[in-house]
Every structure is written in C-alpha cells, then in structure tokens.
C-alpha cells in the first residue's frame, strides 16, 4: 500500500514537471514570434553589378576639330574619304579642318577590280595630277592602280609584269600611274556638285569645295579611301 501511495506520487511530480516545461516552451514561442512581428525585415542589399564598359571610340584620323582653321595656314594636309558616310575630311596635322559631301559612281560598294565597273577604288594613294581646266570644273587626280591593285592583278594574270613593274615605278617616284590596263584609272576628285551619286567611279564635291581643295592640296598629297 505504501508503494503505491509512492508511484502515485512520483506520477504526480512527473506530470507536474512535464507540464511545466510544456507551458515554457510555449510562452518562449509565443514571445520569439511577438518580437519577430515587431522587427522590420531587413531588405536584402543589392548586388553590386559591375557597369558595362562603354564600346571603344572608332579610330579617327585627328584629334582635334577646328572648322575655322584658315587655309592659308595649312601646311600639312591628308584627304580621308569615308565612301558609306559619304565624306571627304580634309585634316592638317592631326586637326579636322574642313569636311565636304561627296558623290560616287553606281556601284559605290567595294574596292575596284576592273575598268569600268563603276567603283571607286579602296587604300592609300596620292594625288598624281592637278587639272584647273577639268571637264567637271576642277580636279585632282588619284594615284589608282596602287601597288596593291597591282599585286592582286598579277596573281591572277591580269596584267603583264611590265605593267606591274610600271605601276610600282610610278608609285616610288609619287608620278601618275599607267591607266591604260585592264585595271583601269583617270579616277579623280573634280567638282560639279554632290547632290546624288552620279560619277563613273570618282570622287565629286561642290564646286566651291573643289575651290578649296585646289588651293591647298599639292602633288603627293596623302589621300586614304575607306569603305
């Protein structure tokens, strides 16, 4: 009898116990849960992205633009014809002095390969020739064929080594190149107005930009012909 007054009793503190621990962890819910509610959740921070770099500026030929430059002070120019931007910049040492429109021939695309194809040639050359008479007003004349035109027709048997001995000739000594291969040539800068492409395969500006261009640019001047 006595045994079992004391099992009851172990029971009972057991309960008790248990029920006491229950009702802590309870209230220690309740109250983690209580002060969560009253916390603002932090925002996530933002993730650092790094800018994308901005694409390198296009290979220009000068450094400096002045429109005002006096052409009496040019003593170094270089011509740059940009064929699909239809332009001719004239630049002196390193400064961008004038830029003028210009007209092509009908097949403005792509280097010239041949006579009469209607295109106006790609690469360095030099002004060959100066014509104040011109047919379209004034002119200046473009070193084409070039060496390189030269080499490309002699791969492929085009032209004779003579002529591509000649070619190269006139090239050393900055003289007109022959025009009389299958390569053709006569390929000019000369007035009568930019309005629309209507050359056979030459380079035309206004009149009063032939003017200008006449005046200042001599034999051997530098002139770079880009697509």
């Not at 009793?9 to 969560?36: D, N, P």
């Not at 770099?53 to 220009?60: K, T």
């Not at 430059?69 to 040492?93: E, F, H, M, T």
Request: hydrophobic content about 40%; charged content about 20%; some cysteine.
């Amino acid at each position: 009898m006595k045994g079992l007054i004391i099992m009851r009793r172990v029971k009972s503190v057991f309960i008790t116990v248990f029920l006491v621990l229950i009702t802590s962890l309870l209230a220690s819910c309740s109250l983690m849960h209580l002060f969560q509610s009253d916390v603002t959740p932090r925002p996530q921070m933002a993730k650092l992205v790094t800018p994308p770099q901005e694409p390198p500026a296009p290979d220009l030929p000068y450094c400096e633009v002045n429109l005002d430059y006096p052409l009496s002070a040019v003593c170094n120019p270089k011509l740059y014809i940009y064929k699909s931007d239809r332009k001719l910049l004239l630049i002196n040492n390193g400064v961008l002095i004038r830029e003028y429109r210009i007209a092509l021939g009908p097949s403005p695309n792509g280097d010239k390969l041949i006579r009469g194809d209607g295109r106006t040639p790609e690469g360095e050359f030099y002004i060959c020739a100066k014509n104040p008479t011109s047919r379209f007003y004034k002119s200046l004349g473009i070193s084409y064929p070039a060496p390189k035109h030269a080499e490309k027709a002699l791969d492929y048997g085009a032209i004779s080594m003579e002529e591509f001995r000649e070619i190269l000739a006139a090239a050393d000594r900055k003289k007109l190149p022959p025009g009389n291969t299958v390569l053709g040539g006569d390929i000019f800068i000369h007035g009568g107005g930019a309005y629309e492409d209507w050359t056979k395969g030459c380079i035309a500006v206004r009149n009063s930009a032939m003017d200008e261009l006449f005046e200042i640019v001599a034999i051997g001047t530098p002139v770079e012909v880009k697509p």
